[in-house]
């Protein structure tokens, strides 16, 4: 019946009350402190949720965040729950009824009964509705229907898709919103509450508010099926803090009871264990396809801001956390008019036809193989052949792969070889290179020392012949000079031994002869005198 499907996470809502009046006289400290529209801090520690709503909040904001997109999901064939969770006197029943006629006080029931037909009422001409509506509360984990109070033990049963119903509960055809609030203001008459020190109207039960809506085509006969579960969980108590005595007492603990196997179902859920102990409770039996099958649920969680109440806020927040992880799997309820149901039927004909001749095909080749048939036979007989052809391929393939390692390897150690080879005469080509460009430079060197050389040995050349002739020059007056000291010298020595003779023998006549000899000599030396 399920045409589409989709998964999504149970949507966690917080939401926080004012202080009360018995908290302002207490002068209980407020501890919660808001941030942003996800988060909630409490002693330093933050809880993160779909959206947390702080006290100053208003029932119209809390319906248009949570709820109002619910509605059209139930009238598009998806089931729904919205269920409220918190200790006693944290704001579930003002959450989920509030002022049931008060305009602004209005909780989240009333405003779905008004919202659905709205929707009904924009919708296609051509849609046919039937809405019905049943109330009913799980009373000492006993079913008590609200609607006829004779029934008061009323049991769960599972449909033939294997979910979960009450059976017997009273249902209620309404066709205004005004009619659904009539049933609602019956139902609520007759619910069980009781005074305790925390509530002055404590809910002593679990009330759950179904609202089933049918629709088709009158055209293409169509039909759409949504339920949508109101719930309003009585509040967890510590009987310390409540002051239960008696018959309150005895409800207490059947309420703590039952909160506490839905604690278990959403912690087995979360832990994603195999076995999940619905039927632990009816609450949990009857929430079964709301808590992980095929539904679209929404979960407020109620909390007190006050200081008093730190240990049970910090629990209810934790079992936020913990139902935040669970995945449905939602899928539109969708009945099949009878053309579908034909050409399902035709569809599964066909397939159950392709069924039974693969089942005479392999019934046939199971009586071949029971019976040894000649062709089997030989069929393995060729099997064996091939296999033998297989092991020999493998041998000459192993062998071949063998050669072709060997041939690898040898030419790996060739192609290394080229390598090095190729980098020697790199090298080599290199250095010639180097030396060829060497050579050109050395040749020129000595092609410009040879030209120098040249130019030196014909200055020297030039130089040595210049140096020639003037020795020659030197020499030839050298040997004049020589001889012209010796005439002189020989002159002299004569003058001189005629002065010595003349002095000698004192045959000095006359001053005058004498003066004229030494005239004479002096004059002579003079003329002759020359550089040596």
């Known amino acids: ?136 509360e799980i009373y000492m984990d006993k079913i008590r229907d609200l609607l006829d109070v004779s029934k008061t033990n009323l049991s769960v049963h599972e449909d033939k898709n294997r979910v979960p119903y009450v059976k017997g509960c009273t249902e209620r055809f309404v066709s205004s919103p005004e009619e659904v609030m009539d049933v609602i203001d019956e139902g609520k008459a007759n619910r069980h509450v009781a005074v305790t020190n925390m509530n002055e109207h404590s809910s002593r039960s679990h009330s759950i508010f179904l609202i089933n809506i049918k629709q088709e085509h009158v055209e293409t006969e169509q039909k759409l099926c949504g339920k949508l579960y109101l719930v309003d969980l009585a509040g967890s108590e510590k009987v310390s803090k409540t002051g239960a005595e008696g018959a309150v007492l005895d409800e207490a603990k059947n309420i703590n009871k039952s909160l506490s196997a839905l604690g278990n179902v959403i912690s087995a859920l979360a832990e994603g264990t195999t076995h999940v102990p619905y039927r632990d409770s009816k609450m949990t039996r009857i929430l079964q396809d709301s808590l992980g099958g095929n539904c679209r649920t929404t979960m407020f969680i109620c909390c007190s801001p006050s200081a008093f109440n730190d240990a049970e806020t910090k629990s209810t927040l934790m079992f936020g956390q913990r139902a935040k992880t669970i995945k449905n799997t939602a899928s539109v309820n969708l009945e099949l008019t009878a053309e579908q149901w034909k050409r399902k039927y035709e569809k599964e004909k066909e397939k159950n036809k392709n069924l039974k001749e693969n089942i005479q095909r392999l019934e046939a080749e199971l009586n071949r193989w029971h019976n040894g048939d000649d062709e089997i036979n030989l069929q393995c007989q060729l099997v064996e052949k091939l296999k033998e052809q297989m092991l020999d391929q493998e041998e000459l393939l192993a062998s071949s792969r063998g050669d072709g390692e060997r041939v690898q390897c040898e030419l790996s150690r060739l192609q290394a070889d080229n390598d090095s080879a190729k980098t020697e005469v790199k090298e080599v080509l290199q250095a010639l290179e180097e030396l060829a460009l060497n050579y050109d430079q050395k040749s020129q060197e000595a092609e410009d020392t040879r030209i120098h050389n040249r130019r030196l040995i014909e200055e020297l050349s030039h130089k040595t012949v210049h140096k020639l002739a003037l020795h020659y020059q030197k020499s030839l007056s050298t040997a004049h000079q020589r001889k012209r000291i010796t005439e002189v010298l020989n002159t002299l020595m004569k003058d001189l031994n005629d002065f010595s003779f003349i002095l000698g023998n004192g045959e000095l006549r006359l001053v005058s002869e004498f003066q004229f000899v030494a005239v004479r000599t002096f004059n002579k030396m003079k003329i002759s005198s020359f550089p040596v």
Request: glycine fraction near 8%; charged fraction near 25%; hydrophobic fraction near 30%.
């Open 1 to 136: 019946m399920a045409d589409v499907s989709a998964e999504c996470n149970i949507r966690v809502l917080c939401r926080f009350r004012p202080l009360n009046h018995s908290e302002i006289l207490r002068g209980d400290k407020y501890i919660p402190t808001f941030q942003g529209d996800d988060t909630v801090s409490i002693g330093g520690k933050p809880y993160v949720f779909d959206k947390v709503f702080p006290t100053n909040c208003t029932q119209e904001q809390v319906y248009n965040t949570c709820a109002k997109q619910i509605v059209k999901d139930v009238l598009g064939g998806y089931n729904g729950t919205i269920f409220a969770y918190g200790q006693t006197s944290s704001g579930k029943t003002y959450t989920m009824e509030g002022k049931l006629h008060d305009p602004d006080g209005r909780g989240i029931i009333p405003r779905i009964a008004e919202d659905i037909f709205n929707h009904i009422y924009t919708m296609d001409e051509n849609l046919e509705f039937h809405i019905k509506v049943s109330y009913f």
